[in-house]
């Protein structure tokens, strides 16, 4: 998870746009690694990846505003990524973590950023 915040950091910082190819390629990894480690998250983990997640998912809204060829494909990433916060939120609430508390750690990493 370490690796795919400093990534986003990174990409974040940047002056241009990440290129397709790039950004498809964070956003593969991101869900090769919810797919195979969710269950075994820490909640520091799993905040990182619910503030992740929405980041990809806005960009992906963005993107699929400005090109027709690619809209169908970042739709389809938005909704994955949306999928995804839900099921964290989910988990979190479930382990005793409030709205609020999933809101201040968000806007405490977005500072961060």
């Known amino acids: 998870m370490e690796d795919l915040f ?5 990409y974040l910082r940047m002056e241009s746009e990440l290129p397709v190819a790039d950004f498809a390629a964070y956003y593969q990894e991101l869900i090769e690694y919810l ?11 799993r905040l990182k990846a619910r503030y992740i997640c929405s980041i990809v998912q806005a960009n992906a809204d963005a993107r699929a ?4 060829a690619t809209a169908k494909t970042f739709r389809k ?10 099921a964290i939120d989910f ?3 479930k382990e005793g973590v409030g709205r609020a508390q999933i809101d ?3 806007e405490q990493l977005n500072q961060s950023m």
């Not at 400093?6 to 990174?10: A, F, I, P, Q, Y």
């Not at 797919?35 to 983990?45: G, L, V």
């Not at 990433?77 to 839900?86: E, T, Y």
């Open 6 to 10: 400093e990534k986003l950091r990174g």
């Open 104 to 106: 201040e750690a968000m």
């Open 65 to 68: 505003k400005t090109s027709k």
């Open 91 to 93: 988990r979190l609430q």
């Open 77 to 86: 990433i938005s909704r994955k990524c949306a999928f995804w916060a839900d």
């Open 35 to 45: 797919n195979r480690s969710f269950d075994n998250m820490d909640k520091e983990e």
